[in-house]
């Protein structure tokens, strides 16, 4: 691992106070790397719906502040549930914004990696499957070998921290993320 600081942005694909995503998020915070700067961007819940008349200069401020996040950021986490088999719709409509300006997106070229907890036997897949080619389209540098979609039993009701191999699992994630940004010679932010 590389001793400079590295930005990574995350992204929560659900708004419950009491998401376990949230925590599965909580826990890659404390798993990570020291040099690692896990910054959840908080705000989906605060985007409007995704309109190309009000995707202008003067975008909403929630819009400007999501894409300064991803700007900064030499790479992506990506936490969701499956909603009905997909991407919850909050989720969405953020890949949305970041996916313009067209072929110029502020995640352009990133290495992002989707995880995530569900009720399902699959742990969320389909939706980490669709995630996975949406951000890709979007401009994503999609690290699509990595996976981690855990059903919420396996949890048994505690905190995923508490779950030695799932903490392990995530820092691993964060450092293939910081690998794959030091090759593409992504600076950190800071
Ligand atoms: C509207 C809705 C749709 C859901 N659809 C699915 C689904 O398709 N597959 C699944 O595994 N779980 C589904 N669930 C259950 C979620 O996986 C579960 O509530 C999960 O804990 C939500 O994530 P969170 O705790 O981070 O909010 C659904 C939940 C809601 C509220």
Do not use: C
């Not at 930005?7 to 404390?30: D, Y």
């Not at 008349?53 to 401020?61: R, W």
Request: proline residues 6%; glycine residues 8%.
């Amino acid at each position: 691992m590389r001793s400079v600081r590295v930005t990574i942005m995350v992204l929560l694909g659900s708004l419950r106070e009491g998401s376990i995503n949230r925590q599965l998020v909580e826990t890659a915070v404390e798993s990570a790397p020291t040099e690692v700067d896990l910054q959840l961007f908080d705000r989906i819940g605060e985007l409007p719906f995704y309109n190309e008349d009000i995707d202008t200069q003067d975008a909403p401020e929630p819009v400007m502040a999501l894409r300064a996040a991803a700007a900064e950021a030499a790479a992506a986490l990506v936490a969701t549930p499956e909603y009905n088999g997909t991407i919850p719709a909050v989720l969405k409509n953020a890949i949305d914004w970041l996916s313009r300006p067209w072929g110029n997106g502020a995640l352009k070229g990133k290495p992002l990696v989707v995880v995530g907890v569900a009720r399902g036997r699959y742990g969320g897949s389909w939706a980490h499957d669709e995630t996975r080619k949406s951000f890709g389209i979007a401009g994503a540098k999609v690290l699509d070998e990595v996976r981690l979609s855990t059903p919420t039993e396996v949890l048994g009701g505690l905190h995923p921290r508490e779950n030695r191999e799932l903490a392990t699992a995530l820092r691993s994630v964060v450092e293939k993320l910081v690998v794959e940004a030091a090759e593409r010679g992504l600076p950190p932010s800071r």
